[in-house]
């Protein structure tokens, strides 16, 4: 089992950064394949970046291509999104995730824990 808490959410203007940051318990984290979601309102939960787990590899949803860095720390069990060029549409509750699984496309179900979520809130 993991317990998983993010933190650095805020407010920012438009074209600004945020760096996320997800702090999970236990001996394991090495183990777990990671993940980044956000849920805006009205809408579902949805996929934003993840990363394997020895960190070599990354993937992207389309909209945070290029502007979006998810990384990790084995050493310090802690899994980071750095966001760069916020726009409007990036508001949303962000959340952090452990899975075991590492398929093509990647769903929420391939991941068994979640965090509570950061509110992230980009203004115009």
């Known amino acids: 089992q993991v317990q998983l808490v993010e933190s650095g959410g805020g407010l920012v203007q438009a074209g600004g950064s945020l760096r996320l940051t997800c702090a999970a318990s236990?001996?394991?984290?090495?183990?777990?394949?990671m993940g980044w979601f956000r849920q805006a309102p009205g809408k579902e939960r949805a996929f934003v970046a993840r990363?394997?787990?020895?960190?070599?590899?990354?993937d992207y949803a389309d909209s945070v291509k290029g502007r979006f860095t998810i990384s990790r720390d084995n050493a310090k069990n802690t899994v980071y999104l750095q966001m760069n060029s916020l726009i409007r549409e990036d508001t949303a509750v962000y959340y952090c995730?452990?899975?075991?699984?590492?398929?093509?496309?990647?769903?929420?179900?391939?991941?068994?824990?979640w965090g509570q979520g950061t509110q992230v809130t980009v203004s115009s």
């Open positions: 990363i394997s787990r020895s960190g070599n590899n990354t």
């Open positions: 995730a452990a899975g075991t699984v590492w398929r093509i496309s990647p769903a929420r179900a391939d991941y068994s824990y």
């Open positions: 236990g001996r394991t984290f090495s183990t777990w394949t």
